[in-house]
């Protein structure tokens, strides 16, 4: 039991510190600040027999109202077969339910798209994550190119004080049509919280180059990868991020091996399970990235 306490801690720390050094926007809320955060998770598994997750992106759906030259998740080139049509309630229900049966807490639970306002059902998806004492916190993404609903305004309202909207501010780019003015008048209105990411102090990189063939030397560097601890939910699955998911859907010359992914629905799941596949820094999914770093255009779109 100690030995397991010991990894559990091991995970938990690894991911505060990843996100404290500012890899993330759990920094910004000021949990990592505390030493005592992790300890005190560290605690709740003795009692709980259940891990905690600092953050997690829950994919709703991989279509989306624009087509990024250099989207890092790969969504603009998601085959027909491999797409993710937008979740219904009952669908993502189930996902969620399965996700929180191996876990205690979520600090940051982020959807991700993508579009999610494109989702039918979200309205009801996030008043039914925002009532889960196990979620600390709901952010929702958006490209601000699609005004959100009344329906969807009223839940956010409701929520303030746990949903936060994660609108990405594409006005630098003359091409992509945003409605960032929009958007936030009608949030400032109704008492939704918010945060507008200006691209302008952002700095676009252009998407990993996916190799089907495995290289030994991407170890190293995938270790370091920015994407390593952005922790992807997807149809079931948890990747060590978006690009495996990409892999896994979309890539048939490349074997996903099982304990590169988390099935959160197969019938040997447990927590012991969830705990080993955070621990694993050797993830051959991740041999298949070259990463290197190279500057890009903010939303950039790819031409017809």
């Avoid at 219904?88 to 982020?110: G, M, P």
């Avoid at 494109?118 to 709901?138: F, G, M, N, S, T």
């Avoid at 049509?177 to 209105?189: A, G, L, M, R």
Wanted: with cysteine.
């Amino acid at each position: 039991m100690f030995e397991d306490i010991k990894k559990v801690r091991k995970v938990i720390k690894k991911h505060f510190k990843y996100w404290a050094n500012g890899n993330g926007t759990i920094y910004k809320t000021g949990w990592y600040s505390n030493k005592n955060w992790y300890r005190y998770l560290t605690l709740r598994y003795f009692f709980k027999r259940k891990i905690s997750i600092i953050s997690i992106q829950h994919m709703l759906t991989t279509l989306c109202t624009l087509k990024c030259k250099e989207c890092c998740c790969f969504i603009p080139y998601y085959k027909k077969e491999g797409q993710l049509l937008p979740l219904t309630f009952e669908k993502y229900k189930k996902q969620l339910d399965e996700l929180l049966k191996y876990t205690d807490k979520i600090l940051i639970y982020a959807y991700m798209g993508g579009e999610c306002f494109l989702v039918k059902d979200l309205p009801k998806i996030i008043e039914y994550a925002a009532k889960q004492k196990q979620i600390r916190l709901i952010h929702l993404p958006t490209n601000a190119t699609i005004i959100p609903s009344e329906e969807l305004v009223d839940v956010l309202k409701k929520y303030n004080k746990k949903v936060k909207v994660m609108i990405s501010d594409y006005r630098i780019n003359k091409n992509v049509k945003v409605y960032i003015d929009e958007i936030t008048n009608i949030f400032n209105s109704n008492n939704v919280s918010y945060e507008v990411a200006n691209a302008k102090g952002l700095v676009w990189a252009k998407k990993y180059k996916i190799n089907t063939e495995i290289k030994e030397e991407s170890l190293e560097n995938a270790k370091n990868c920015y994407m390593r601890r952005c922790i992807h939910y997807s149809d079931g699955k948890i990747y060590p991020c978006g690009v495996g998911a990409y892999i896994d859907r979309n890539i048939d010359e490349i074997d996903v091996k099982e304990k590169d992914i988390c099935n959160v629905f197969d019938k040997n799941m447990s927590n012991k399970k969830l705990c080993d596949f955070f621990l694993n820094d050797d993830l051959e999914i991740c041999r298949h990235c070259d990463i290197t770093y190279y500057p890009a255009e903010v939303a950039q779109q790819i031409e017809a």
